[in-house]
């Protein structure tokens, strides 16, 4: 499946924000999703994770109650909506999809396809 996230940019804190990450390719149903990010300086860290029908969902600690993953297979498009963002979510933001569940959906190693990558950044 091919990628390609899109959403991000400029927001103040407090603000919201949300990313989308557009599949082509193959069953984008069949693939569970995930977001990751990189902020500068660190490394690519896990974010949010969504099975494949939507029935499950994982968030990294710093952003549960504000982050929320979501999907619409029809639309063949995965979303995170961000809330009461704070300079810490400053990052470039990566969608991926992974067509096997053995592994924790947080490690980035069981992904098979990766999205460009779009910037979110938070002013204080």
């Known amino acids: 499946v091919q990628l390609q996230a899109s959403g991000g940019g400029l927001v103040q804190a407090g603000g919201s924000l949300r990313l989308s990450c557009a599949a082509s390719?193959?069953?984008?149903?069949?693939?569970?999703m995930g977001w990751f990010r990189r902020a500068p300086g660190k490394e690519r860290e896990f974010v949010a994770a969504?099975?494949?029908?939507?029935?499950?969902?994982s968030y990294t600690d710093s952003v549960k109650g504000r982050f929320t993953i979501s999907r619409d297979n029809a639309k063949n498009t995965v979303y995170l909506q961000m809330n009461s963002l704070n300079s810490e979510d400053t990052a470039v933001y990566y969608c991926?999809?992974?067509?096997?569940?053995?592994?924790?959906?947080?490690?980035?190693?069981?992904?098979?396809?990766w999205g460009q990558g779009t910037q979110l950044t938070v002013s204080s």
């Open positions: 991926a999809g992974r067509s096997r569940s053995i592994l924790s959906a947080a490690y980035s190693g069981g992904y098979d396809s």
């Open positions: 390719g193959r069953a984008f149903s069949t693939y569970d």
């Open positions: 969504i099975s494949r029908n939507g029935g499950f969902t």
